[in-house]
């Protein structure tokens, strides 16, 4: 049977907002918990749900050595995520964050500077979303990775069932989702730890999750909600689904370094790609490169790839069209000699 745990908060707003993107010292939380349970806040709010090696271990396997080499590539545009900010600004940018292990696979809506530089030489305008890069690049390795996503996906399904049918009926309406799951994306962490903060982005009606793949050995990295000093010491198929708009964090990942990895995956669906390419087509995957003819290029500059930000303003315009033509009629009527009669007998 399922413990069922309710938590109170032990910090205020205040002490909340202090911590707000810094890192969790070891020790932190008091309260681990490492067997099957729901945690429920006292307002019967859930925060999370852990259910013990539920993924089976070939998926794990095929996943890990499918995007090992991708997650180890380095980023600094993560923002609260990195953890750090400027000593004299108190802000964070790619500046002042410290590189970390961070990516993103499947689908995105925003643009890197460097596709972006591409279609600039080719004078070709922005798409409303693409390819991550290890899709576009390595797609073998991305149908086996697949798999994997489908069994989060599965356990998501099973333990949030009304929040899952909302996501997937979300994610059905652009065909920039993750074939067979309710995702449009997935965020790799490689021996991250992030600094305290809430995801964004995600599909709101949603319910966040977390899994891990482990190697070596290692102690420590224990994910949780400082606001109800609560975590979780998640593992190797386990599955975490967690109320990802709540503030939380992990604390210190402790090993001989380099004898161990900690490859964490959130699976998501990204709120503004359902919005931006409802009826759109997916991006051909040579869609970004620097040697197309010119015949692909003009092909590509007419296709269906592109958010439609006219039909507002056309809509508008076609609107106040019509109430100026109505005004119009209005102050015709105002003159005539039947509308001053009607005026007086009134």
């Not at 010292?25 to 259910?51: A, H, Q, S, W």
């Not at 090992?68 to 953890?83: D, K, M, P």
Request: net charge positive.
């Amino acid at each position: 049977m399922v413990q069922v745990i309710v938590v109170k908060k032990i910090l205020t707003d205040k002490q909340l907002n202090e911590i707000r993107g810094k890192k969790l010292p070891k020790g932190y939380f008091k309260r681990i918990l490492n067997t099957d349970c729901d945690v429920k806040t006292e307002e019967g709010e859930i925060l999370l749900k852990l259910r013990k090696k539920v993924l089976p271990q070939k998926l794990i396997d095929e996943a890990y050595n499918n995007i090992i080499e991708f997650a180890r590539s380095t980023t600094t545009t993560r923002g609260l995520v990195s953890g750090r900010k400027d000593k004299m600004s108190g802000q964070l940018s790619v500046k002042t964050n410290e590189p970390i292990m961070s990516n993103i696979v499947g689908y995105f809506d925003t643009i890197s500077l460097g596709y972006k530089n591409i279609l600039k030489k080719q004078n070709r305008k922005l798409p409303a979303a693409r390819h991550t890069a290890f899709l576009k690049n390595q797609p073998e390795k991305w149908k086996r990775f697949i798999p994997f996503v489908k069994a989060i996906d599965t356990q998501y399904k099973k333990l949030f069932p009304h929040h899952h049918q909302d996501q997937l009926k979300q994610a059905k309406k652009t065909k920039y989702h993750i074939k067979d799951t309710a995702f449009t994306t997935v965020t790799t962490n490689l021996n991250l730890q992030t600094g305290v903060h809430t995801d964004k982005g995600d599909y709101g009606d949603g319910f966040g999750n977390l899994v891990v793949i482990e190697k070596g050995n290692y102690s420590g990295g224990y994910t949780g909600f400082p606001e109800y000093g609560v975590a979780v010491d998640l593992r190797s198929g386990d599955f975490l689904g967690m109320n990802v708009h709540k503030l939380h964090g992990n604390t210190p990942i402790e090993g001989k370094e380099g004898a161990y990895e900690r490859l964490s995956f959130v699976s998501y669906l990204r709120e503004n790609i359902v919005e931006k390419t409802k009826g759109l087509d997916l991006l051909p995957l040579d869609f970004f490169n620097n040697d197309l003819t010119k015949k692909k290029i003009a092909e590509y500059k007419r296709g269906n790839y592109y958010e439609k930000q006219l039909t507002r303003k056309t809509g508008l315009k076609k609107k106040n069209g019509l109430k100026k033509k109505e005004n119009t009629k209005k102050k015709t009527q105002r003159v005539t000699p039947k509308t001053r009669k009607k005026k007086t007998r009134s």
